[in-house]
DNA sequence: AAATTGACGGTTA
DNA sequence: GTAACCGCCAATT
């Protein structure tokens, strides 16, 4: 018994990629949330990196405030220097070990009106 | 068809 | 804190 969702048909792919685009341009400024959540409130729990695949081979999310975007621990994207700076330029703070500090600025997406 | 590759997440040591 | 795995899954090789 799979407790994943099931493959993504190429239909369920598209629509995918379009909350994914959404949610993330409905992220507050000087806020930040993670790959999980985005992927969580799309519907599809098991997909984080499907939602990194997203924002880094899609045109147009650039954008997007997709440097909101972080992992769990608060690391910011590999090879894209450019987004901490993006970051503290609307005062999120980072910490000594070069992580946001997830516990002031993560924020939780909520669902509205789903299902 | 099989193996590898990631803007990920979780567990273990 | 780091590092080594493992599970996950679309895309690529």
């Not at 519907?43 to 990196?49: K, L, Q, T, V």
């Amino acid at each position: 018994m799979r407790d994943y969702p099931d493959r993504m048909t190429p239909e369920q792919a598209r629509a995918f990629g379009e909350d994914v685009l959404n949610i993330v341009s409905q992220i507050p400024r000087g806020r930040v949330t993670t790959y999980g959540h985005i992927a969580l409130l799309a519907g599809w729990p098991s997909h984080a990196r499907m939602v990194g695949r997203t924002l880094r081979y899609t045109p147009g999310a650039a954008e997007l405030p997709c440097h909101r975007v972080v992992n769990k621990v608060g690391r910011t994207a590999p090879g894209w220097k450019r987004q901490r700076t993006l970051l503290e330029d609307e005062g999120v703070l980072f910490k000594a070990n070069g992580h946001v500090d997830m516990e002031r600025y993560l924020w939780e997406p909520e669902f509205i009106g789903e299902n």
